[in-house]
């Protein structure tokens, strides 16, 4: 079973920027695919970033150059820069990975493993 730990959300000023980081309790090298979703209130999971074992990337088109998504396979965590934080970016931020292929990587359900969780406010 894979655990998820989400750290680093809190509140900023737009134009701001945080790091989120994501420790997982396996070897993530070993994970097809992890990445960072988000959910405003009153809304569905939506996908902000992934990154798969070869180390590709996809950023929904809201967030393109001004989040980065990264995974340091030594110390098994995932990250998500996010700079030029703008007051739409609010919300929860949650971790999620992926163990085996699968053909499309956008849904919320196509990932086994989800961390608790952590807020990102920005005003």
Known sequence: HVQLVESGGGSVQVGGSLRLSC?????????????????????????VA???????????????????????????????????????????????ARAGNYYNLLPHYAYNYWGQGTQVTVS
């Open 50 to 96: 992934r990154i798969d074992r070869a180390g590709t990337t996809w950023y929904r088109d809201s967030v393109k150059d001004r989040f980065t998504i990264s995974k340091d396979n030594a110390k098994n965590t995932l990250y998500l820069q996010m700079n030029s934080l703008k007051s739409e970016d609010t919300a929860m931020y949650y971790c999620a």
């Open 23 to 47: 420790a997982a309790s396996v070897d993530t090298s070993s994970l097809y695919c992890m990445a960072w979703f988000h959910q405003a209130p009153g809304k569905d999971h939506e996908l």
